[in-house]
């Protein structure tokens, strides 16, 4: 559908018939189980509980804001859509839950709230898309109060090796193990790090890297259609990605979730 078309369907209408809903969709709603779930238990041993305050930047249509929601934080979702945070608000109402939503620019937005500071601090599939994933990442850092935590997936070098080598494409796997941003294939811009490249980028900012989770191995490494298992096999699914030992798959996986935290007290 033509952008203008779609522009004036959302204005008018409230309707796109392209725009893809992360909340409504049956496969991102199983790795959106593995984002929460990863997170709470981070958040439970470090003293964080409802109705403790936590932000999501990039929220979309409200696929993390509406669990965490649930759970009995108190959430606010940025996004950068009007329509993707009409859905989310309609998909809280659904839920029974509330949370409040502001539109804006991550950037500018975090910029211009600088005293406002969450106990938790959550971007999901964002920074990787960005040329200012370091300016978005000390913003975060900035959001999240002392002893709180930040918690941001990236995109893995290995993710991209293992793209470029299934599609036998050895000049882009040769420029995802030379450098660590910009153009991949047929993509304007990514960037992507190793481990140790991530772990030393936390410690840049101030903050304690205390785990790097993958976020989809199973499916992604055995190319699995998650939309074909059923709701019970995509339990288990879950399941079995949270039993699997974060080393037992490396840095291959679609994403890596960073949990860092600021410290409690300032260094003097």
């Known amino acids: 559908m033509h952008k203008t078309v779609r522009k004036v369907l ?7 018939p392209d725009y893809f809903d992360m909340y409504a969709d ?37 696929r993390l804001v509406v669990p965490f929601a649930k ?24 839920a029974g839950v509330e949370a409040a939503f502001v539109q804006g620019d991550l950037l500018t937005v975090l910029r211009r709230r600088p005293a406002s500071q969450f106990d938790l601090v959550v971007c999901a599939e964002v920074v990787y898309l960005s040329p200012q994933h370091r300016q978005m990442l000390e913003a975060l850092a900035a959001a999240v ?10 995109r893995p070098k290995m993710y991209y090796l293992l793209e470029a080598l299934r599609q036998y494409d050895g000049a882009s796997a ?27 980028l936390y410690r840049s900012l101030g903050l304690r890297c205390i785990a790097l989770h993958p976020i989809d191995r199973l499916a992604w490494l055995g190319q699995v259609d998650v ?24 840095g291959f996986a679609r994403y890596l979730l960073v949990v860092a935290q600021r410290p409690a007290a300032a260094h003097t």
């Not at 109060?145 to 990236?154: E, I, K, T």
């Open 71 to 94: 759970a009995g934080f108190r959430v606010t979702g940025i996004d950068t859509s009007g329509f993707a945070l009409r859905r989310a608000r309609e998909h809280a109402k659904a």
């Open 10 to 16: 959302r204005a008018v209408a409230d309707y796109d």
């Open 174 to 200: 040769a420029e995802v193990l030379r450098r660590g941003e910009g153009p991949f294939r047929d993509s304007a811009y990514y960037n992507w790090q190793t481990q140790d490249e991530l772990r030393a």
């Open 227 to 250: 939309k074909r298992l059923s709701q019970a096999q995509r339990a288990q699914w879950v399941q079995w990605e949270l039993e699997l030992p974060d080393e037992a798959a490396g």
């Open 26 to 62: 049956q496969a991102e709603a199983m790795f959106a189980r593995l984002y929460v779930e990863r997170i709470l238990r981070h958040a439970s041993a470090a003293g964080i509980r409802p109705p403790a305050s936590l932000l999501e930047a990039g929220c979309q249509a409200g």
């Open 145 to 154: 109060r002392p002893g709180g935590l930040l918690c941001v997936s990236h």
